[in-house]
Nanobody, 119 residues
Framework: QVQFVESGGGLVQSGGSLRLSCVGSGSISSFVVMGWYRQAPGKQRDWVASINNGGSTDYADFVEGRFTISRDNAKNTLYLQMNNLRPEDTAVYYC?????????????WGQGTQVTVSS
């Protein structure tokens, strides 16, 4: 089973940028959809963005054009480029991948990477 490891989080000032990476331990081409969620302290986990194997992307409204999701199947890596970061973007960011079977959707999660945006 493919596992995901995120990296790229850290501390950044408001208005700064970070690029998160999510590397699969094996091929990610079987994941029909991949994406990112985030969870701030004391809050529910919120969906951020997703991308399918065809390259179609979707974003949560709060992204407001600041983030770009991409995937490189050859490198087994999912990315999230985050620009113009705000303090409210502070959260643990989790990547995920979905494999669609006839009767179920199997989702695999990474362990998360902390993003902290200071004002």
């Amino acid at each position: 089973q493919v596992q995901f490891v995120e990296s790229g989080g850290g501390l950044v000032q408001s208005g700064g940028s970070l690029r998160l990476s999510c590397v699969g331990s094996g091929s990610i081409s079987s994941f029909v959809v991949m994406g990112w969620y985030r969870q701030a302290p004391g809050k529910q986990r919120d969906w951020v963005a997703s991308i399918n194997n065809g390259g179609s992307t979707d974003y949560a409204d709060f992204v407001e054009g600041r983030f770009t999701i991409s995937r490189d199947n050859a490198k087994n890596t999912l990315y999230l480029q985050m620009n113009n970061l705000r303090p409210e973007d502070t959260a643990v960011y989790y990547c995920y991948g979905e494999i669609w079977r006839s009767l179920e959707v199997l989702r695999t999660w990474g362990q998360g990477t902390q993003v902290t945006v200071s004002s």
